[in-house]
């Protein structure tokens, strides 16, 4: 028994060294699109759900909180094991929790069992988010890195928008508990083949640099790079929460515009993406991303410029198009700063990114409040602003 088990180690370790680069590229595109799935699932089946328990807004609200929570509970353990205990584990077994989770919210009724789905559904796709854009980074040459890391953020627009095309065709025939359990069948078959992929071999084998690690929290360059995360996972999660508010008490868009408008902004940041990846290869990312960032600006000008519809849709697709450089972006730059524990500094700036996610839809919410929403573009622009300002201090 033991020889079989020395055996069986030996050649995963054999394995390890011949991982085939594209190959692994290919699971980590396919664990980024879980994640876009994770991302829109809830919103796409909450109405339903809601119905068939009787909730209010309220108690839906208490509800989806759960998810942001598991969120940020994965992103921030994730770094240090993966750096230790390298990818693939870490892949597989959040790809699971993440299908348990989403088959959770098909089966269950009870509210504390739905409320652990939604949980692990917010730490799988968490770790995923994290765990699939470090895995790309780390098995990238430094010309590759922005580009391959742009061509996983188009994966992201792809699993985002399945759920919605899914439904809108899907749902006259079954209910979205049939539709979750049909996708789920899906994504166990592709973990399944994750299962024969090698994959790079940990960083850090004989254990984790505690102090090392630790250290990471006072490099002024990740920081920097943590507080741009800040500002663009905020300014994504507001457009998602405030902009329909804004239409519909500030312009001439209705509803079913408004909802366009948001489908508009994930088109231009995913096709925005597919330019980048090429672009990327002939350009440094640091001299694209302030011009992105004046794209995203402009954006949110169009929607004061123009309050009908053709304005909210033209100005969405370049917000979109503009915040599409900066996850890439930033994420090639920790990349090459910390590449031994890349996974460790992943993981702040992510956890970072999240907790803007909460502090900026918060403070949109109540300065809207006291000031009126109609100044939400300028807030927006605002956190560009500072981004900006960061990006520029980084390069110094």
């Known amino acids: 028994m033991c020889c079989v088990l020395l055996i069986f180690i030996n050649f995963v370790r054999y394995m390890e060294k011949r991982y085939n680069k594209n ?22 089946v909450l109405p339903q759900l809601t119905a068939k328990l009787g909730f209010d807004n309220l108690q839906a609200a208490a509800l989806v909180a759960f998810m942001p929570v598991g969120s ?59 765990e699939t854009n470090s895995l790309a980074s780390d ?3 430094e010309n590759e890195k922005g580009s391959r890391l742009s061509v996983l953020g188009v994966f992201y627009g792809v699993g985002a928008m399945s759920i919605p095309v ?40 004989k254990g984790f640099p505690i102090k090392k690690g630790l250290g990471l929290l006072k490099e002024r360059g990740l920081l920097l790079l943590s507080f741009v995360l800040f500002f ?33 902004m994930i088109v231009g940041l995913t096709l925005s993406r597919v330019v980048l ?13 302030p011009y992105s960032l004046m794209v995203g600006a402009m954006g949110f000008l169009l929607l004061v410029a123009i309050p009908n519809a053709w304005g909210a849709w033209c100005g969405m697709f370049l917000v979109g198009a503009g915040l599409a450089a900066t996850f890439p972006t930033v994420l090639s ?59 520029k201090r980084i390069g110094k």
């Open 139 to 141: 098995i990238s040459a």
């Open 277 to 289: 990846a090429v672009v990327y290869r002939k350009v440094k990312q640091e001299t694209v991303l």
């Open 23 to 44: 190959l692994v590229f290919v699971v980590a595109c396919l664990g980024m699109c879980f994640f876009g799935i994770a991302t829109i699932v809830l919103g796409s």
């Open 166 to 205: 899914l439904m809108r065709s899907l749902s006259a025939r079954y209910e979205y508990n049939e539709i979750l359990h049909g996708l789920g069948v899906i994504m166990a078959v592709l973990i399944v083949g994750f299962m024969f992929v090698a994959f790079p071999a940990p960083k850090q084998p």
């Open 333 to 391: 730059w920790l990349g090459r700063m910390y590449a031994e524990l890349s996974g460790t500094a992943f993981s702040i700036a992510i956890a970072v990114g999240l907790i803007g996610q909460l502090v900026l839809n918060y403070s949109t919410g109540a300065l809207s409040h006291v000031f009126g929403i109609e100044f939400f573009p300028f807030l927006m622009i605002g956190a560009i602003a500072v981004m900006l300002v960061l990006v």
């Open 232 to 264: 663009q996972s905020g300014i994504e999660v507001c457009c998602s929460t405030w902009t329909t508010t804004y239409f519909a008490q500030v312009t001439e868009v209705n509803s079913a515009e408004a909802l366009t408008a948001l489908t508009c």
């Open 72 to 130: 940020l509970v994965g992103s921030t353990f994730f770094g240090p094991v993966v750096d230790r205990f390298g990818h693939k584990m870490m892949l597989i077994v959040c790809s699971i929790i993440l299908l348990v989770g989403l088959q959770g919210v098909a089966l269950f009724a009870e509210v504390w069992k739905l409320q652990l789905s939604i949980f692990l559904i917010g730490l799988g796709g968490g770790v995923l988010n994290g």
